[in-house]
């Protein structure tokens, strides 16, 4: 897109924007997979775990089906049991709750930080039960939770510690890359995602041979040797194909990380200067850790979110609630919002977000158009709302 044309309208996303300078190389590796007759597993997959085991540092990376299925291989990986509980956010997206349940095991929703949107690490050690067997930190929007109190935590309380980096690829804590913090990693290639495929994908990391190996065995039926079965697995595995894709997207990573990272960069001044911080409330980038902005998410304090994102749409701009309705309020888990605690910040959060277009392909036309809009519809004169924060 030319900087010369006027904008009318910014998507929240634009996957085929960003694939396009890779269009002939993907096409050509779809080809070349389709013409090999290897379709599950082989060469393609290979390459992708080395890769992301190198750029994750870890020793393993173990290619599934999707970011959902490496969370339900990871507790399946720990022996979850039946009523064992397992500590995480209610501000996520379900998956990361559904893996507890799947398995019998019991969710205990923590509150969050109301600054980084994780979970709160000063309010989990009063969830800590004779039950409790893992905690799940979700790295949400890019960032990474507070790992040192919870690796603090989960030592001394003998948990394991599984994260949840759907979001958060190349996102660092204290120059740790995340999945290879805790003791597995499970990510997602979902199209939306900072390493997006193209159908669902996911992936776990892990320093743990042991692990490692019973990962390898669970997402393959349990079965080794062929026919023979040691555990009642999924059949959860990369295609091939999305191997192959996602091989030629690799090298990209760095750069569209960077490109969010000054989108995200420019959204901050420009909201300074546009003097528009009594108004809303930018994402916050703690100094220990690289922000990687899956999302970049702001707060619209005063009950006027809705109105802000409508007012948005309506100038065909992109604005989503991530996430509307927390865990602990969904109809599916009425059982387990046991009211432990009550999750005030979550419930706010979800009142107050917004996520506005940082995907890498955005060009400065349309950010600006972006910050125009928003200055326009929450203090300029034709806005009938009010000044909160
Ligand atoms: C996307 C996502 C998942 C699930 O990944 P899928 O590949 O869509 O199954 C899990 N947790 C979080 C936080 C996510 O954003």
């Given amino acids: 897109m030319s900087g010369n044309n006027e904008v009318t309208s910014v998507p929240l996303l634009d996957v085929v924007r ?18 090999s007759g290897q379709y599950v597993g082989g060469p393609d ?46 501000f996520t997206f379900f998956a990361t709750a559904s893996c507890v349940t799947r398995l019998g095991g019991v969710p205990v929703f923590v509150d969050i930080d109301p600054l980084t949107f994780n979970i709160d690490v000063a309010q989990i050690e009063s969830q800590i039960t004779s039950r409790t067997r893992a905690i799940i ?104 194909i999305q191997a192959a894709l996602l091989n030629v997207k690799f090298p990209k990573l760095g750069e569209w990380t960077v490109a969010r990272q000054a989108n995200a960069a420019f959204y901050q001044k420009a909201f300074t200067e ?24 702001i707060r619209i304090p005063g009950g006027q979110r809705d109105a802000v994102r409508q007012k948005l749409n309506e100038a065909r701009i992109g604005a989503e609630i991530y996430y509307p309705v927390p865990l602990h309020k969904q109809s599916c888990f009425s059982e387990f919002n046991t009211n432990r605690t009550t999750l005030v910040e979550t419930e ?36 009938s709302l009010r000044r909160v924060a």
């Fill in 274 to 297: 546009a003097g528009l911080g009594g108004f809303l409330k930018a994402p916050v980038a703690e100094p220990e850790c690289a922000h990687v902005w899956n999302q970049f998410t």
């Fill in 348 to 383: 706010r959060a979800s009142n107050e977000v917004l996520s506005l277009p940082i995907f890498p392909g955005l060009n400065t036309a349309e950010l600006e158009y972006v910050v125009d809009r928003l200055q326009m519809i929450l203090c300029g004169r034709e806005s």
């Fill in 137 to 240: 930190p979700v790295h949400l929007f890019g960032q990474c939770a507070g790992m040192g109190d919870i690796l603090d935590i989960a030592t001394m309380n003998s948990i394991r510690v599984i994260e949840d980096c759907a979001q958060s690829i190349g996102a660092t804590w204290c120059g740790r890359q995340s999945g290879g913090i805790g003791d597995i990693g499970c990510f997602s290639f979902y199209p939306t995602k900072n390493f997006g495929g193209f159908g669902d994908g996911g992936v776990m990391t892990t320093n743990d041979a042991d692990l490692a190996d019973r990962i390898r065995l669970l997402a393959n039926h349990g079965m080794r040797p062929r026919y023979y079965h040691q555990a009642v697995g999924l059949n959860s595995r990369l295609d091939s």
């Fill in 45 to 90: 997959v290979q390459a992708l775990e080395q890769s992301v085991a190198g750029f994750c540092e870890t020793r393993y990376a173990i290619g599934c089906a999707s970011g959902s299925d490496a969370l339900l291989l990871a507790l399946m990986a720990i022996d979850l049991q039946p009523g064992d509980e397992v500590l995480l956010p209610s």
């Fill in 18 to 35: 960003d694939n396009q300078p890779l269009n002939e190389a993907l096409v050509e590796a779809a080809a070349r997979v389709i013409r």
